[in-house]
């Protein structure tokens, strides 16, 4: 996907209200001259995610794409506390993460350092879980099974299995369950400080 970042000025901007930020999203619409950032995504599609959030991923901004194809929209990063930010993108196989700084009100974006994250991709054939991740950056994977009978309708998961998974680039595992134990089961994967879950049943 390619992106094109730019600045310029424009008179709508997007502006956070800054005291107590750390509560609330950004959501307000201000007229106001400032220098704005423009975010040009091609290639998106309809439903995709867009956030900005801070280094404790604590999400500042969050919009779902409304079509498909080249998104464009104008963004007044300058009102943010000085620190370090990004936006994410979450595509269907990975979230691709934008990077930049705010500093007395000035924002600096670092190409080198954007990066993509590639989401764990699962399918089920019959009583087999079939699970695959692309991990460039060899980070542990943990992965956790849990199997409830969904007769009692408890809702209370046990686990069945559990392993990490380290120094894989292209992470792939079969976990074949027990047919005869009906019920419900869910996968989930673990990484980079992100969870993703996948449910199914037999």
Do not use: C, W
């Amino acid at each position: 996907m390619k992106r094109a970042i730019k600045n310029s000025i424009l008179m709508v901007a997007l502006i956070a209200a800054m005291s107590g930020y750390a509560n609330t999203n950004i959501s307000s619409l201000e007229m106001k001259a400032a220098k704005k950032t423009m975010l040009t995504l091609e290639d998106v599609k309809q439903g995709q995610k867009l956030m900005i959030r801070d280094l404790s991923g604590l999400v500042l901004y969050k919009e779902t794409i409304t079509s498909s194809g080249t998104y464009t929209n104008l963004f007044d990063l300058t009102e943010l506390p000085n620190g370090n930010y990004f936006f994410e993108i979450d595509k269907d196989v990975a979230i691709e993460i934008i990077p930049f700084k705010v500093q007395s009100h000035e924002v600096e974006f670092n190409k080198q350092k954007e990066t993509k994250f590639y989401k764990p991709i699962f399918r089920v054939e019959g009583n087999k879980i079939m699970f695959s991740k692309l991990d460039l950056e060899l980070t542990p994977v943990e992965v956790d099974i849990y199997y409830d009978d969904s007769y009692d309708h408890d809702d209370e998961f046990e686990s069945i299995h559990s392993e990490t998974i380290k120094n894989e680039k292209v992470v792939e595992r079969i976990y074949k369950l027990d047919k005869s134990r009906k019920g419900d089961y869910r996968i989930v994967v673990t990484t980079e400080g992100r969870e993703f879950t996948h449910s199914m049943k037999i």
